[in-house]
Nanobody, 120 residues
Framework: QARVVESGGGLVQPGGSLRLSCAVS???????????MSWYRQGLGKERELVAI????????NYADSVKGRFTISKDNTKRTVDLQMNSLKPEDTAVYYC??????????WGQGTQVTVSS
C-alpha cells in the first residue's frame, strides 16, 4: 500500500519561490515508475484543481494554464519522489497543495496536503 507525504509548504512573499516535495513509500522503484503523479491545490472556498501532472521521466508534463511558465513538476523514480518548483508566486497561488499518486491497479492515493501562503 502506497503512502504519500508532502513537504515544503510555507509562507512566501509575492514573486518568491517555493519547492514542494512528495515522497511515496511502500512501493518498489518499478511500481513507482508506473505511477502517474500529480499536484492539486485547493484554495479556501474553492474546488480542488489540478496544477501539474507527470506520467514518467522523459515524458512532457502538463500544467494548468494559470501556472504555465512558473511551475515545474519533476519525477525521480530512484528516490520515489515528485517535486513541484514554484516560481513567481502570486497571492492567488495560496492554497493547500496535495500530491496524488495514481495507478490502474491501486487507484488514487492522496497525501495529507501542505499549506502554501503567498502574502506580503
Amino acid at each position: 500500500q502506497a503512502r504519500v507525504v508532502e513537504s515544503g509548504g510555507g509562507l512566501v512573499q509575492p514573486g518568491g519561490s517555493l519547492r514542494l516535495s512528495c515522497a511515496v513509500s511502500g512501493v518498489s522503484e518499478f511500481t513507482f515508475s508506473r505511477y502517474t503523479m500529480s499536484w492539486y491545490r485547493q484554495g479556501l472556498g474553492k474546488e480542488r484543481e489540478l496544477v501539474a501532472i507527470i506520467t514518467d521521466v522523459g515524458i512532457s508534463p502538463n500544467y494548468a494554464d494559470s501556472v504555465k511558465g512558473r511551475f515545474t513538476i519533476s519525477k525521480d523514480n530512484t528516490k520515489r519522489t515528485v517535486d513541484l518548483q514554484m516560481n513567481s508566486l502570486k497571492p492567488e497561488d495560496t492554497a493547500v497543495y496535495y500530491c496524488n499518486a495514481y495507478s490502474i491497479r491501486s487507484g488514487n492515493t492522496w497525501g495529507q496536503g501542505t499549506q502554501v501562503t503567498v502574502s506580503s
